[in-house]
């Protein structure tokens, strides 16, 4: 891709991050804000300078939130445009003159949210320079259906395992959501599937996705069932649940199905079986050595009965498992419109259990809480709000999924049982599931090429509604015109000298007042004035965005995002077991809201294939399989031994070991996470001294018979000691030693609060005009590459672009 030619140039322009100015020029193309600097008249007047000259790019597809806040020329404040990215980079651009920055707000919004198709993004027109390693790589080679279960040993040509692959939905028309090949139980007929079809949401039938390759076991999915309040059922859809759980049967013993005895008739909330609540009943320690044994023997030849001389079929000795994502609440209150969940009177061969993961709309409101603990990341050096941090709950939703998917991969690899797994329509947190499952279960896809698989097979095949949940099209919404920008919350660069007098204060609150009389006047001549040239092209940019690929905020949600943020919680407590870093997350998040490349356009397979972006647009994979270096993992171990700590086939997350993915918030692991590790020592004292461990300081000093806090975190803990007894697995930190902290130390997280907090929510009135004051000094580390760098200088250029910028160090 040559370098886009620049629309607009804006001179002198100072940006700022953390409270970090820097002055440069701001050029705007139909696809990036371009940030340079230093600026050109001050390498006009040094030319030496020219050599030092950077650049950073922001796309603005990746735009969740600008806000212009215009000033009168008369009042001496420059007028600023605030941008938040959803990378979650924060950067204020103050102009001089208000008209350039009206005309640039106008131009990012034509850009952004007015672009009337998706075929206007930067995908369709983006190609990597010529000869460059991306070029030669084509990522869309990279994930082929048949492959991937010819690998897990479903083919044609190969031994029959209970399974084949149909080509009912070759043309999209029997569920148009679903791939183009799915994967059956071979003695379910494609007439059985069409009746079964009708039972569930969108046609979206119980699918293979997982099949075991030492057990056998498998992880099917699907959508709800059309139950209603009358409690339906479907023959059909029966028989293709029950063909799912013994498919595996068939194939190894055509006389063991015979033999399954059945499950109780319904358990609805829990997994009820004596050796379920037996494994609930242990320890985390005890449970943990437990599994170690089990691990250790998946890996041994086929298991026979002593008696019989018969084959132990997996699945027939174990309870198979209808795993249901949702609150059961929920999923009773969908009983009212005609869906809801299994009537397990109808599935005797199975268990049910809620893992009451909540929904789209809640994860989004989590989201949001965090970006209010960090949103002042351009004006402020100051760290994250905690108090908002713990509200949010983020850290809990990550560990439900992360347990809820454990859950999943014990059936399968340990209890040797099939599970089912499905949501409402299947696609938001049955992806998320399935996939950390299979990640937990399977070192292939612990890969780099095996993950790109994962992601293609689990999300993008079976239909997880990218654009909907990422909002490519922006939307009018998110940009916003403050007209109230004289009250003390604009920053004006270098005249930060009193600003917390009392005559200041009482100043700023007359210029509000008046701002707020001549505000409508304002804004009319501020339109006459405006060039002519500057407003055709605005319109001209501007198009309505069809219905149906229209941003909806309320369908927006992170989803994807909480997939990859569980992926780094193994990734850092498994270090050695991955062969991609964080890094490969981080560019991954990136690129799934940058819109450069074709690969997440679009809401599934059907859309996808109709767009020919196969043809029209480059693969996200070509851009990492070219840069595969960058992303490999240094500390990662191929190897694979059952009987070697460490090198298990099997991972599973440690719950109480969550922490703030910190990069991606572009913050310092001490910012996001001091305070969990902090509280976590303080449990760990409390637990001491009620156990009585203080009287044998040396024994418990080396945790020996413990679970210590993984070494394999970014910073060093404040403590080494053993976990704590009362905090299970089950708990997530954030909640789990909250407690007895604030019993030993009651005034600790206020003080804490008002010392750290980025934010005035909460604070009494004083403070918080303090801190709005605070927020102004031009006080913290270097933003775009000053005297400090910044990690994030220059991440959103063009991946292909030929000047390369800080973007490698991402």
């Not at 829990?270 to 609930?280: G, I, R």
């Not at 009177?345 to 994860?363: E, G, Q, R, S, T």
């Not at 992170?558 to 997350?585: G, W």
């Not at 099997?650 to 996470?673: A, C, K, S, Y």
């Amino acid at each position: 891709m040559s370098t886009p030619q620049n629309k607009h140039v804006y001179p002198n322009v100072h940006a700022l991050r953390s409270g970090k100015p820097e002055l440069g020029d701001v050029a705007l193309n139909d696809y990036h804000l371009v940030f340079r600097f230093p600026p050109e008249s001050t390498t006009a007047a040094e030319p030496h300078l020219k050599k030092q000259v950077k650049q950073v790019w922001f796309a603005f597809h990746v735009i969740s939130q600008c806000t212009l806040r215009s000033t009168p020329p008369a009042s001496g404040v420059p007028s600023s445009i605030r941008i938040r990215f959803r990378d979650f980079t924060y950067v204020s651009f103050n102009f001089n003159d208000d008209k350039q920055a009206r005309d640039a707000f106008e131009f990012i919004r034509a850009r952004t949210c007015r672009l009337g198709s998706i075929e206007n993004l930067l995908a369709f027109n983006y190609t990597p320079p010529p000869g460059s390693p991306e070029s030669k790589s084509d990522g869309w080679d990279l994930y082929d259906a048949r492959a991937e279960f010819r690998r897990q040993g479903i083919s044609e040509k190969s031994a029959d395992l209970g399974w084949r692959i149909t080509t009912i939905n070759k043309d999209y028309s029997f569920s148009p959501t679903y791939p183009a090949l799915i994967v059956v139980p071979s003695k379910i007929s494609d007439s059985t599937l069409k009746y079964a079809a009708t039972f569930r949401s969108r046609a979206r039938i119980p699918a293979l996705s997982y099949l075991h390759s030492v057990n056998n076991c498998t992880i099917t999915r699907s959508s709800q069932p059309f139950v209603g309040l009358r409690m339906k059922r479907s023959i059909q859809d029966e028989r293709l649940v029950g063909a799912c759980f013994s498919a595996s049967v068939d194939s190894l013993d055509t006389t063991a199905a015979a033999n399954i005895e059945p499950s109780p008739s319904s358990s609805h909330v829990d997994l009820s079986a004596e050796s379920a609540d037996a494994d609930m009943s242990l320890s985390e320690t005890e449970r943990m050595r437990m599994e170690d044994e089990l691990i250790a023997g998946t890996g041994t030849s086929a298991q026979y009965d002593e008696k019989t001389g018969k084959r132990l079929v997996y699945g027939a000795q174990q309870h198979n498992l209808i795993v249901d994502a949702r609150p059961a609440i929920n999923s009773y209150a969908m009983q009212a419109i005609g869906m809801g969940s299994e009537n397990m009177d109808y599935y005797k061969f199975a268990k049910k259990v809620f893992l009451n993961i909540d929904n789209i709309h809640v994860m989004r409101d989590s989201l949001d809480k965090v970006i209010s603990a960090i949103k002042d990341a351009d004006l402020s050096p100051f760290p994250p709000n905690r108090d908002l941090l713990a509200k949010s709950k983020w850290l809990k939703h990550i560990g439900g999924i992360l347990d809820g998917s454990a859950i999943i991969a014990r059936q399968v690899g340990i209890q040797h049982s099939h599970v089912l797994i499905h949501c409402s329509d299947g696609w938001d947190r049955t992806s998320q599931l399935s996939a950390l499952a299979q990640l937990m279960l399977d070192p292939y896809y612990r890969t780099i090429d095996g993950f790109i698989v994962l992601v293609e097979k689990d999300w993008l095949s079976f239909g997880h509604m990218f654009q909907m949940r990422s909002g490519y099209m922006g939307h009018e919404s998110w940009f916003t015109v403050d007209s109230d920008a004289l009250a003390g919350s604009t920053i004006r660069p270098g005249e930060n000298d009193g600003r917390g007098d009392a005559i200041e204060s009482a100043f700023a609150s007359a210029k509000r007042l008046w701002n707020k009389s001549v505000g409508v006047e304002k804004e009319a001549s501020s339109a006459e004035a405006e060039d002519p040239s500057a407003v055709d092209e605005a319109k001209q940019a501007t198009a309505p965005v069809a219905e149906d690929q229209a941003t909806r905020p309320k369908d927006v949600s992170p989803v994807f995002h909480q997939f990859l943020d569980a992926t780094y919680q193994l990734l850092r407590q498994h270090p050695t077991r991955f062969e991609f870093n964080e890094r490969f997350l981080r560019r991954l998040f990136y690129h799934v809201y940058s819109c450069q490349y074709g690969t997440f356009l679009f809401n599934n397979e059907r859309q996808r294939h109709e767009a020919r972006l196969r043809e029209r647009t480059r693969s996200v994979w070509a851009y990492f399989l070219s840069r595969r270096h960058e992303f490999t993992n240094d500390q990662y171990d191929a190897a694979i031994d059952d009987h070697t700590k460490g090198r298990e086939r099997l991972i599973f997350p440690r719950l109480g070991e969550l922490r703030w993915w910190h990069q991606v918030f572009n913050r310092t692991d001490d910012e996001m996470n001091d305070a969990i590790n902090a509280s976590i020592a303080t449990a760990e004292r409390v637990a001491a001294y009620s156990s009585g461990l203080s009287e044998s300081g040396a024994a418990s000093g080396d945790g020996t018979g413990s679970q210590s806090i993984a070494a394999s975190q970014d910073s060093a803990s404040p403590s080494r000691n053993p976990q704590p007894p009362g905090l299970t697995a089950s708990q997530s930190v954030l909640t789990g030693v909250e407690t007895a902290h604030e019993a030993l130390t009651p005034d600790t997280r206020t003080s804490a609060s008002f010392n750290r907090s980025a934010s005035t929510g909460g604070m009494p009135g004083a403070l918080g005009a303090l801190q709005d004051r605070l927020s102004g000094l031009a006080i913290g580390k270097g933003v775009f590459g000053g005297a400090s760098s910044s990690p994030s200088t220059g991440r959103n250029r063009p991946a292909g672009s030929r000047k390369r910028t800080a973007e490698s160090r991402r």
